[in-house]
């Protein structure tokens, strides 16, 4: 199950009634998917071909489209990081910048892990969301934000739109991040 971190306390929240009440407390959309759909040889798979990737969707299409259908998303597809990645440690670096996109931003993690560092309500600022796999995010439009990997260095990830094309990351300088 996810954990929390609260950056400028160190507090910690896990559990997953925690979890989600202090995500959605904060307005980001948590759930936990059951994985056991995808079949057993594509499970701790982190470079999937086009087909691999395929057929993960199909085995997941039932809680994809639920999700879809509640909050409006209407394309998916797969991402995956890895040390097989070419430049992954400059991807990451590109990545680790505070920012925003004017939809959201919603990943369901299949395999390996991953870090969103969110800006929350101001009494709470910047804290980070441990993903695991079954864990699934929606940040919300124009919340800051970044993602990053674990030390285990590997995810892969469903990810859901609204609109594809307008999902572009707007840098967001935040002087409060620094400090935080
Ligand atoms: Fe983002």
């Known amino acids: 199950m996810a954990k929390i971190t609260i950056r400028k306390t160190g507090q910690v929240i896990a559990g997953e009634d925690a979890v989600r009440a202090f995500l959605n407390g ?63 440690e400059e991807l990451l670096k590109k990545f680790e910048q505070v920012h925003t996109h004017s939809e959201d931003e919603v990943r369901a993690i299949t395999a390996g892990s991953g870090i969103f560092i969110i800006k929350g309500k101001p009494d709470v600022g910047y804290f980070n969301v441990e993903l695991v796999p079954g864990d699934v995010i929606s940040v919300p439009e124009n919340t800051p ?35 935080a």
């Open 145 to 179: 934000h970044f993602f990053t990997l674990t030390s285990e260095r590997k995810v892969v990830a469903v990810r859901l739109f609204i609109d594809p094309s307008g999902w572009v990351a707007h840098p967001y300088e935040d002087p409060e991040f620094a400090t």
């Open 26 to 88: 904060q307005g980001v959309y948590y759930d936990h998917w059951d994985l056991q759909p995808i079949p057993a040889h594509l499970r701790d798979k982190f470079v999937l071909s086009q087909e691999e990737q395929a057929e993960i969707l199909k085995a997941l299409e039932p809680q994809i489209q639920a999700l879809a259908q509640a909050r409006g998303y209407v394309k998916w597809d797969m991402v995956a990081l890895s040390e097989a990645t070419p430049n992954l």
